[in-house]
């Protein structure tokens, strides 16, 4: 069974990590049936399908903050490397 779109806004609007916590407390087959939702009871099996999906935008997300942050860093050696170079240049010039 899939979700709903009423459940896939409930779990939406909770967060992954409360559903996390609260897959915890309940059965653990993928059949077990997760009480406590606005939308009606889900299955576990639905949570943890959601969860997946979840995990990968998070994934997705952090490679892509890490890859601009590598540009970022690679940029600031490169206008320190730039700033050294020019004011050698200068005190060169100076002289």
Do not use: H
């Not at 009423?6 to 559903?19: K, M, V």
């Not at 590598?70 to 490397?81: E, H, L, N």
Request: glycine share 12%; aromatic share 4%.
């Amino acid at each position: 069974m899939t979700l709903t779109p009423a459940q896939r806004a409930e779990l939406e609007e909770s967060g992954p990590a409360t559903i996390r916590l609260k897959l915890t407390q309940y059965g653990a087959g993928r059949g077990a049936s997760i009480s406590g939702f606005k939308c009606g009871d889900i299955t576990r099996g639905d949570i943890e399908d959601w969860l997946v999906e979840k995990n990968s935008e998070e994934t997705a997300l952090q490679q892509g903050t890490l890859r601009w942050a590598k540009i970022a860093g690679v940029a600031g050696i490169i206008s320190i490397i730039a700033t050294v170079i020019m004011g050698a240049i200068a005190i060169i010039l100076a002289k």
